[in-house]
Nanobody, 122 residues
Framework: VQLQASGGGLVQAGGSLSLSCASSERTFSNYGMGWFRKAPGKEREFVAAISWSGTSTEYTASAKGRFTISRDNAENTVYLQMNSLKPEDTAVYYC????????????????WGQGTQVTVSS
């Protein structure tokens, strides 16, 4: 399984970015997906997760109301729309696949993408 994240970049505070994660897996629609991020000097943290059907989602507190996770099973892709970005959102963002319905724990994710850098300037 290969996960290819894209869409990162440099944006000013208050701006928006849309991340995509394309999966090579034929059975993509059978698995929950998630986004995590790792900022410099910090541990990787959960951002958002979505169930295999897309009907259930979960967000970290700081992302609620600003970020939206979605998926297109026909395109084998999961998205993270990020609005009202803040400098503290600066991090490398990773997509990952979970064997659970969906999960906030990175220990329950078994495949990871390579990450895409998001930098928010103040």
């Amino acid at each position: 399984v290969q996960l290819q994240a894209s869409g990162g970049g440099l944006v000013q505070a208050g701006g928006s970015l849309s991340l995509s994660c394309a999966s090579s897996e034929r059975t993509f629609s059978n698995y929950g997906m998630g986004w995590f991020r790792k900022a410099p000097g910090k541990e990787r943290e959960f951002v958002a997760a979505i169930s295999w059907s897309g009907t259930s989602t979960e967000y970290t507190a700081s992302a609620k109301g600003r970020f939206t996770i979605s998926r297109d099973n026909a395109e084998n892709t999961v998205y993270l729309q990020m609005n009202s970005l803040k400098p503290e959102d600066t991090a490398v963002y990773y997509c990952a696949r979970t064997y659970k319905l969906y999960s906030v724990s990175e220990r329950e994710y078994d495949y990871w993408g390579q990450g895409t850098q998001v930098t928010v300037s103040s």
